[in-house]
């Protein structure tokens, strides 16, 4: 199997035009079996549109894609195997159940029906929904729909999802759940997940890597670590904690902590500086050193000041 066949995803100089308007200008792009990828970007940036072009819905002025070696241009059909899709606005059949939706998804994917059912409720419970699988998806909140088409892309057992804006709209709690959703289905299923979205908080707790689209164009791509280092420099990271009896037996306790690369002191509060995002690790720390933590809070959103910056120059 040559290398690009060993890619869930890739694209090269891929680009779209509608008449004088370029939605995606020489896309160029490479996902990882199992990683969990951000596409950020503003409304309009043309992250649907490179999406359309993955699956096949709609084809591209120049340039390839190929899904898991498959070219989405001439092999479309084998690409729709193997992908589901959550588009920012799921559709179902309102009068029917979230089990009968289901089932028809099955259906259309020539799964035997006994196979099916038995998928579809286990699936159900995976995603919180096991209680009200019997309910008219009518009558289901927003967050409920969002987590009910997750279990539906997962019928047919896809190799990569994308998902397309999953949380817009949702409430805190049910962020939370889909988030969590979303990170099982790389580290427990192996699934290779295509995140786009423009909601950069979120993204930064549970993508390996992202690239920031603007206006048609990749302007940076990498992991968080990396991007903030190279615009910001130094850490992209700072965390502010508030910690009582903090002595230098914790400071060398934290600064052991993976991700961390300085502690100071300044006035009772504990300055960290680190490589990413492990607010979790160095609570559990200091925690563990029989100190009370009274504060952890993360210096601005790092996100979105590389995002900003990119976007700024682009």
Request: glycine share 10%; proline share 3%.
């Amino acid at each position: 199997m040559d290398e690009r066949a060993q890619m869930a995803i890739e694209t090269v100089d891929l680009t779209k035009r509608y008449g004088e308007l370029t939605a995606v200008n020489k896309l160029n792009l490479s996902i990882a079996e199992g990683e969990i990828f951000g596409l950020l970007g503003p409304n309009g940036a043309g992250k649907t549109t490179a999406i359309l072009m993955l699956l096949g819905l709609t084809e591209p002025t120049s340039g390839k894609a190929r899904v898991r070696g498959h070219d989405s241009t001439r092999e479309p059909l084998a690409v729709k195997r193997i992908v589901g899709y959550l588009p920012d606005n799921v559709g179902f059949y309102e009068d029917l159940t979230a089990v009968e939706n289901m089932l028809y998804t099955a259906d259309l994917n020539a799964i035997p029906k006994k196979e099916a059912l038995k998928r579809i409720h286990d699936l159900l419970g995976r995603v919180g929904l096991a209680d009200v699988a019997d309910k008219e998806v009518g009558k289901y909140s927003r967050g409920m729909r969002q987590r009910l088409g997750i279990a539906d892309v997962l019928v047919k057992q896809p190799k990569i999802v994308i998902l397309d804006e999953p949380t817009l709209g949702i409430d805190p709690d049910g962020v939370k759940q889909m988030l969590e959703i979303i990170v099982q289905l790389s580290h427990d299923d192996k699934i290779t997940v295509l995140l786009s979205s423009h909601l950069l908080h979120q993204v930064q707790q549970i993508c390996n890597r992202v690239g920031i689209f603007v206006e048609g164009r990749m302007v940076a791509e990498g992991s968080i670590e990396m991007l903030g280092l190279q615009i910001l420099g130094g850490d992209p990271i700072v965390v502010e904690a508030e910690v009582s009896g903090a002595d230098d037996a914790l400071i060398g306790a934290l600064k052991k902590v993976p991700g961390v690369s300085e502690v100071d002191s300044l006035d009772g509060t504990l300055i960290l500086h680190c490589f990413k995002d492990v607010r979790g690790e160095i609570a559990k720390c200091i925690v563990g050193t029989g100190k009370s933590l009274s504060s952890l809070r993360l210096r601005g959103h790092v996100l979105e000041e590389i995002y900003l910056r990119y976007f700024q120059e682009a």
